[in-house]
């Protein structure tokens, strides 16, 4: 019977016959990877296992290792970004290791943990830590002045002309303080300009750090050591920190004498000591 002349009833929708032979070589060709193609799920299934944070074998997805957040959303509001600097501003030795320093949002730039345990191996090595009295100048998180607390400092003058980040600074000393034990008065924050401060203070120093932003001219570097040289023990280590591309300070200019100096990635540090007179 012509196909037309059969009733829809009659129809009968059947898969087309399979070639086998056609199968059979069809599978000695092809390799068993692309006979075995799974098809991915498209639609709505994908899009709610995307919802979801479920891969296609069923286990959840991991966050991003690269990203870190605080709190969660559903019960604390929106969740903060933690910023590599926030990650690794941590005292690395001494009575305080371990310890997490909070650091300004903007307007400083934390000496980073390879920098600051290299550092103070060399200071170790030269014996002026323990018992040293200590001034960070450019304190920014304070995370250099602390650091000699931990290590065994006596006392931590830090100056600082940012309120914000002064304000850091005190709650940063609060809680070394607490690690260590010890009086939160054996460090001090000194809130203004650094100059301003240097021409002020009848303190003497051991140890003095400084840090300058980027934008500090030569001259101004140049007048700051030279205030600072009448603040120096007679066996003082000043150690200056900048930018790589950065001009080296003029020591002689300020009674200073290079001790060494040593680059790191993009940093460069020098070690100065008060020159000898006559």
Aim: glycine content about 6%; hydrophobic content about 40%; some cysteine.
């Amino acid at each position: 019977m012509h196909p037309s002349l059969l009733k829809p009833a009659d129809v009968t929708c059947r898969p087309p016959a399979r070639d086998h032979a056609l199968s059979t070589t069809r599978s000695k060709l092809l390799p068993p990877s692309l006979l075995c193609r799974r098809k991915r799920p498209r639609g709505r299934v994908c899009r709610l296992r995307a919802n979801l944070h479920i891969r296609p074998c069923g286990r959840e997805r991991r966050p991003d290792a690269r990203h870190a957040y605080e709190s969660d959303h559903a019960t604390t509001g929106p969740r903060r970004h933690v910023s590599y600097r926030e990650q690794v501003t941590r005292i690395i030795a001494g009575a305080a290791r371990g310890l997490r320093l909070d650091v300004p949002s903007a307007g400083t730039r934390p000496t980073s943990d390879r920098v600051r345990e290299s550092l103070f191996g060399s200071l170790e090595s030269m014996d002026v830590v323990d018992g040293a009295r200590v001034l960070d100048l450019y304190a920014g998180s304070g995370a250099l002045g602390l650091e000699a607390w931990s290590r065994g400092a006596a006392s931590v003058d830090l100056v600082e002309k940012s309120r914000p980040a002064a304000a850091i600074v005190r709650r940063n000393i609060a809680t070394v303080a607490k690690a260590l034990g010890a009086r939160p008065a054996a460090a001090r924050v000194h809130e203004g300009a650094v100059h301003g401060f240097l021409q002020r203070s009848a303190g003497t120093f051991d140890l003095v750090f400084t840090d300058p932003p980027y934008d500090l001219d030569d001259a101004a570097m140049t007048a700051d050591l030279t205030a600072l040289a009448p603040l120096l023990s007679a066996d003082a280590i000043v150690v200056i920190e900048r930018a790589k591309r950065s001009t080296p300070p003029d020591l002689d200019a300020a009674g200073l004498s290079l001790v060494r100096e040593k680059t790191y990635g993009d940093t460069r540090v020098w070690w100065a000591e008060p020159a000898q007179v006559g």
